[in-house]
């Protein structure tokens, strides 16, 4: 039996997502802050003939169909581009809530794309890895290399590698689905639209005072029109901020989750408590993110 090789596909979380118009091809010009989460999906690969996949976890009868999971689109993607890339059956657990605005599917397929340049000697950077990723989803080239990072463009421009502070972290999800599509197009922007907005502050390492101060300045423009669209998230954010010693919250990605940050990880686990106490159907995370 080969060896199984094994990597995480932690959360995605936006700390910031500032929207700059509507490019010709109907996707947005982004600027956002990328960090990624303690918590995510599991992902084993055991090389074999065939490529195959299996899911199990809590979340697992929510992530679709195995032929349309992304795991399966990046791998088809990737050995379209490498003559004889060696495969297998890759295992996912399923612990994240999908549809969730923290890009779960996309860490997954970068999971896979990561399992299968291990298996293959492939360095992250091969061109046709970096294509792979970014066919997948908007999200996917981000994730590659999960670390704290600017994402531009659609999602195609990822920036280099941010040594931020850790942050103490608590997750919150309604558990309901929000798809992303739906959420950008309430922005209602025409292809071609540009915005003026104020520039995306730089990202501060030097505390984590000053990377807040940083991130208060910053904003997601996903939150407006998300909330119009499922309202749990205004609820899911009004507790986070009752909650004692909490700093900052903000919706990831396109929601419904919302992060809160505390000052470390007991005000960030007291704050897990008393929203479950509230919300006990709620998906609710206490982590860390870098
Ligand atoms: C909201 C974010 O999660 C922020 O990180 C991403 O921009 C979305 O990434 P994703 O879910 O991987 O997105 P994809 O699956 O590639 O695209 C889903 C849909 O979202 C819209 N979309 C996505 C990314 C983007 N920059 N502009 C868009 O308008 C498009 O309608 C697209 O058809
Ligand atoms: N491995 C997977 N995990 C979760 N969902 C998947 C997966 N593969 C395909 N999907 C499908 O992708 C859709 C989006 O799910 P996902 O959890 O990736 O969304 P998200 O957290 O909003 O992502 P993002 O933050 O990148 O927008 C779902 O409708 C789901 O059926």
């Known amino acids: 039996m080969p060896q199984p090789l094994a990597t995480r596909a932690p959360a995605k979380i936006n700390l910031t997502l500032h929207v700059l118009g509507r490019r010709a091809d109907g996707y947005h010009d982004l600027e956002s802050?990328?960090?990624?989460?303690?918590?995510?999906d599991d992902l084993w690969l055991v090389p074999g003939d065939k490529l195959a996949l299996e899911v199990t976890g809590p979340t697992a009868p929510l992530a679709g169909s195995h032929a349309d999971n992304l795991v399966?689109?990046?791998?088809?993607?990737?050995?379209?581009r490498?003559?004889?890339l060696k495969v297998g059956t890759f295992h996912l657990t399923k612990?994240?809530?999908v549809a969730a605005g923290i890009g779960g599917g996309s860490s997954d397929a970068a999971a896979a794309l990561r399992l299968l340049a291990r298996l293959n000697g492939l360095p992250l950077s091969h061109p046709a890895l970096r294509e792979a990723a970014r066919l997948t989803g908007a999200d996917v080239p981000v994730c590659l290399e999960p670390r704290a990072r600017m994402m531009r463009g659609a999602g195609e421009e990822v920036g280099p590698g941010l040594n931020l502070p850790r942050?103490?972290?608590l997750l919150?999800?309604?558990?309901?689905p929000v798809e992303t599509p739906t959420v950008f197009r309430a922005l209602g922007l025409q292809p071609g639209q540009g915005l003026t907005a104020a520039a995306h502050p730089t990202p501060e390492a030097s505390s984590p005072d000053a990377l807040l101060a940083m991130l208060r300045e910053a904003r997601n423009d996903l939150e407006p029109p998300a909330l119009k669209i499922q309202p749990l998230i205004g609820e899911a954010l009004s507790l986070m901020r009752e909650t004692d010693s909490c700093r900052l919250a903000r919706m990831s990605g396109s929601g419904a989750t919302v992060f809160g940050l505390y000052d470390d990880c007991e005000a960030a686990a007291k704050a897990a408590r008393q929203i479950r106490h509230l919300?006990?159907?709620?998906w609710v995370k206490a982590t860390s993110l870098r």
């Open 33 to 40: 802050l990328v960090v990624f989460a303690g918590t995510g």
């Open 172 to 176: 919150v999800n309604p558990r309901v």
């Open 279 to 282: 919300k006990p159907d709620w």
């Open 82 to 84: 490498v003559e004889r």
């Open 95 to 97: 612990r994240l809530p």
């Open 72 to 80: 399966m689109k990046a791998a088809r993607l990737l050995a379209e």
């Open 167 to 169: 942050l103490f972290a």
